[in-house]
């Protein structure tokens, strides 16, 4: 019940293209996704983060679709660019006293010119 | 502003040695602490987390153990390394008492000979 799988495990994605990692998860008491980026040799770091309340939130070239229902969510990069090539996590967890992400096993992202 | 130190960033250890990662975050008081591992493949995962000085949970049953001798310092140790101990250890803080964004440091890189 604490599992969120996330797919694909690489994509490699032209210039200017769109990028879509999905996930999905088992725990309905999950009520905070996160998206993290990482770089190589780096610890990751927060991009963008939704909340069960609405079923889409968009920051810059970034989104995050929500489906309640269907217990997925999944991130979407606009016209992708070489920069944006990493490692992007999914994660998940619920409300409390502490952030207690469980995370998905990563997508590797590149971004050719 | 907020920051965290992780030290060392590599080590290589023979089996059976001990271990200690330290971590410290400075610029924030009373924050949320983690200890993350990161295996190729299998995401993140949470291995201890604590709330306050002295209170540790655990959530995996492992080698391994954590101390949070001060508000803002959190170690991770061992008495003997095995084989299974390497990756990539993430060291993180959120604010306390709420979930919410995790802040990681920049890792430190255990290969167990």
């Known amino acids: 019940q604490q599992q969120v799988k996330q797919s694909p495990q690489s994509l490699i994605v032209q210039k200017g293209g769109i990028s879509i990692i999905n996930c999905a998860y088992e725990?309905?008491?999950?009520?905070?996704f996160p998206w993290y980026q990482q770089f190589p040799g780096k610890g990751p770091a927060l991009l963008i983060a939704?909340?069960?309340?609405?079923s889409e939130k968009k920051e810059g070239r970034f989104t995050i679709s929500f489906n309640k229902s269907a217990k997925q969510f999944s991130l979407h990069i606009m016209d992708s660019q070489p920069g944006d090539s990493a490692t992007y996590f999914c994660?998940?967890?619920?409300?409390?006293?502490?952030?207690?992400?469980?995370f998905g096993t990563g997508t590797r992202l590149q971004v050719t010119l | 502003s907020q920051t965290i130190h992780q030290w060392p960033a590599t080590l290589v250890q023979p089996v059976g040695s001990p271990l200690s990662l330290e971590c410290t975050v400075e610029?924030?008081?009373?924050?949320?602490l983690y200890w993350y591992r990161q295996a190729a493949g299998r995401g993140l995962q949470l291995l201890f987390y604590?709330?306050?000085?002295?209170?540790i949970s655990s959530e995996v049953p492992q080698n391994l153990s954590a101390s949070r001798p001060q508000d803002r310092q959190f170690i991770l140790s061992s008495k003997k390394l095995l084989l299974s101990d390497s990756g990539f250890y993430l060291c993180?803080?959120?604010?306390?008492?709420?979930?919410?964004?995790?802040?990681f440091g920049e890792g430190s890189r255990l290969t167990v000979l």
């Open positions: 993180a803080w959120s604010v306390g008492g709420a979930t919410g964004e995790l802040f």
């Open positions: 725990n309905t008491a999950f009520d905070y």
């Open positions: 939704i909340r069960p309340d609405v």
């Open positions: 994660a998940a967890s619920r409300s409390g006293t502490a952030s207690k992400l469980t």
């Open positions: 610029g924030t008081s009373n924050p949320n």
């Open positions: 604590s709330v306050g000085i002295g209170q």
